[in-house]
Every structure is written in C-alpha cells, then in structure tokens.
C-alpha cells in the first residue's frame, strides 16, 4: 500500500481548480487524490496573493470558486525565519548554477515553504521546479499544463 504524501499546491495547479470542468484539475485530482488523502493540500500565502490578482479581472462566479478553492487548503505563511534562510539557500543556489528559478522570487517563497514543512510541490512549471527536483534540492511533482498528467 502506497502512503499518502502530503503535497503544496504551486499557484499553476489551484488555477486549474478555478476553471468549471477543468480536465487537468479532474487528472491531478485523479492522479493525486487531494481530497481523498489525510492530509489537507497546502499553499503558500504568496500564492493566495497571486492568485487575488489573477482573479481582478474575472467574474463573480470563478471568484466564488477561487475563494471556496482556498478554504479547503491550509496556507502556509512565509513569515517563519527558517523559511527566509531555506528562501535566501534556494536563491544563492539557483543563481549560482544558472537556475530559471531564479527570476522568479514567489516560485523561490513556495519552494521555500514546501522545503521547510516537507512538502511534495505539484506544479506545472517544469522550467521552474525540474531543476531543483533533478537536483536534489526539493521533492516535486511536475504535471502537464495541458493535461493535468504527472511528467517524468
């Protein structure tokens, strides 16, 4: 029997939970049987933020969507001083082996935070997170953002 892993949602894959019908949303639940599992799925507190200005410009429906999305997760803050060294660790290291990551500071904060809790990331940002993964340096799921499907 497998054991469940407790994951932290990257912004990417809780979008997909906004959109009615989704298939990538149907695949990852499928795949990673979020609502089934133990353990409640995280996100990081920057990813609330960004996904509050996501939704700026859509309707009231998918907002109600958005904010029912976030109530069954657990945010995670940022505010921990062992998540600013994991962030300040994963910075360095990103920039110093050339690393996409590297631009992007609140892909750095989730990494973060999923490093300090022992969390698996999902995301759909390979360019991202598959460096890090490769390199040992976080344990993440990466999906297709088409399909919703695990990459290898």
């Not at 996904?51 to 958005?66: H, M, P, Q, V």
Request: net charge neutral; aromatic share 6%.
């Amino acid at each position: 029997m497998v054991s469940p892993v407790p994951y932290l949602l990257d912004t990417n894959v809780v979008l997909f939970a906004t959109r009615q019908n989704s298939p990538a949303a149907a695949a990852i639940e499928q795949q990673f049987a979020l609502k089934a599992s133990p353990f409640r799925p995280a996100i990081c507190e920057v990813t609330v933020a960004e996904l509050l200005a996501f939704a700026e410009s859509w309707g009231a429906t998918r907002r109600k969507l958005l904010d029912e999305v976030i109530g069954e997760m657990l945010v995670l803050p940022i505010g921990r001083p062992e998540i600013h060294a994991q962030w300040a660790k994963l910075k360095s290291y990103a920039k110093g082996n050339g690393l996409a990551i590297q631009q992007d500071h609140n892909d750095i904060w989730i990494a973060a935070t999923a490093k300090v809790a022992g969390l698996t990331v999902i995301s759909s940002d390979a360019a991202a997170f598959l460096p890090l993964r490769d390199r040992g340096q976080l344990a993440v799921e990466v999906i297709d953002p088409k399909t919703g499907k695990r990459l290898p």
